[in-house]
């Protein structure tokens, strides 16, 4: 389903293991949680809530810190919230994530 998120101008598309949120680097970090807070709400049964909203959170900084710096600008300006996620991805996001947090809008 494809539809606007409450309190925002973004985008997103919901499928049972993937939120797609179209131009995420748009939202500042402060809005991150309720804005997924409110997508849990209104889409409980994605199995993306298995992850926890720490590492949505610190994926979703990645791709706004990595579009912000102009690397892989196009593949950066839109986050993908999958479930599952290979171990390696979880960990560059972990890692990476706690590295550009303090530094974003």
Partial sequence: MKSETPG???????SPNNIHLESSFRVRKDDFEHELIALRERY???????????SLRREWAVHNAFHALGIARK????????????WIIRVAYDLLGRVVWPFIK
């Avoid at 925002?8 to 919901?14: G, P």
């Avoid at 409980?44 to 720490?54: A, T």
């Fill in 8 to 14: 925002q101008s973004v985008n997103y598309t919901v």
């Fill in 44 to 54: 409980p049964e994605s199995l993306v809530w298995n992850r926890s909203l720490e």
């Fill in 75 to 86: 593949q950066a300006a839109h986050t993908d919230l999958n479930w599952p996620q290979p």
